[in-house]
């Protein structure tokens, strides 16, 4: 028991270093490949493990091309043997490499936390998958492999693909092809009929023939068309030109003094027909101003009263004694009140 506490303590002291170190670090894993056909495996030669893993590679992809390379997989020297084994499997271009063990006790399995069998395994160029046979516990090679698993049979089941799936797969896919293959045949059987019945073809002659009256016809409308456009342009630089000469400078001039002296006449006789109106109409408003003008009330016979400058409007507004201005037409007597007589109103 105190021995396997020291090798607890070693594994842990290990694994804290290693992994300070970054040789665990997910960043550097390798991703699968999408095709494994080539499959390296490293165990012992005479290991149950070896058995488990060509059994399982038989049953799901007995087209796969598995290599043994023997190693020690327990005791002081498996290490440098497992080193060596993958070693060479990773320089012969295998799709993946397969480091397996069919379980063990703690001690057992030791010699897969060998701290150089880890450097080994992370320096690898080829995909590696570890399984070591125990749930448990995990080794350090399991941890610095690109996908640890727990069992030797996982390992093949990981790196192999169902022969059964596949064949599901590819009847799936041979369905599809035959449907895709069958529309195109249907697709290009309507376009061979629909060029069969093409006129051409039916009668090359008479449609070589139609394909020359619609040549002319539009030979004809294009002709027709161009006389009329061009007319029209003619027409259009007709107007034009006579724009441009009677828009001419010297004409321009002509036509704008013309119409200033229209202009001024126009004005000119304006202004006689409102001096004659205004003239018309101060002279009516004279006689209407002479008509009431008070002179002429004097001038037939009345006379307008007034007292120091005020005019006299009722008797009331004068007394006895008082001097008066009487108005007439030609001239203004001075008077003096001698008595007062009131109408009976």
Not at 164 to 178: G, K, V
Request: glycine share 4%; hydrophobic share 40%.
């Amino acid at each position: 028991m105190h021995g396997i506490g020291k090798l607890y303590q070693e594994f842990e002291a290990r694994k804290q270093k290693l992994e300070q170190e970054g040789y665990f670090a997910l960043a550097h894993k390798k991703t699968k490949p999408s095709w494994i056909n080539d499959i390296a495996i490293i165990t012992a030669k005479e290991g149950a493990a070896l058995q488990d893993v060509l059994s399982t590679i038989q049953k799901r992809w007995p087209m796969a091309k598995p290599t043994l390379y023997p190693a020690l997989t327990q005791g002081i020297n498996a290490p440098a043997s497992l080193i060596q084994a993958l070693k060479r499997a990773d320089q012969n271009g295998h799709d993946a490499l397969l480091l397996v063990r069919g379980g063990g006790s703690f001690e057992d399995l030791f010699c897969f936390n060998d701290v150089e069998l880890v450097k080994t395994i992370y320096g690898l160029k080829t995909y590696i998958v570890c399984g070591t046979g125990h749930e448990v516990d995990t080794t350090l090679a399991e941890l610095a492999s690109d996908q640890r698993v727990a069992t030797p049979t996982a390992a093949a089941q990981f790196v192999t693909l169902d022969q059964y799936d596949m064949l599901n797969r590819l009847s799936q896919e041979r369905a599809i092809l035959i449907q895709r293959m069958q529309d195109r045949l249907s697709n290009a059987q309507m376009h061979l009929v629909n060029i069969q019945s093409n006129p051409y073809f039916l009668d090359p002659l008479q449609w070589v023939e139609q394909k020359k009256i619609r040549l002319s016809h539009a030979l004809q409308l294009l002709d027709h068309t161009l006389k009329r456009f061009m007319d029209q342009r003619a027409k259009q630089l007709t107007i034009l030109a006579q724009n441009l000469l009677l828009y001419s400078p010297q004409n321009t001039i002509r036509l704008k003094k013309q119409t200033l002296e229209q202009t001024v006449l126009q004005f000119i006789a304006q202004m006689k027909d409102y001096d004659r109106t205004q003239r018309n109409l101060l002279s009516s408003k004279e006689a209407l101003l002479d008509a009431f003008s008070p002179l002429k009330v004097l001038a037939r016979g009345y006379s307008i009263v007034e007292k120091e400058g005020s005019l006299v409007l009722s008797v009331r507004d004068v007394h006895e004694d008082e001097t008066i201005d009487i108005l007439m037409g030609d001239g203004k007597l001075k008077a003096k009140v001698f008595g007062k007589e009131y109408d009976n109103v």
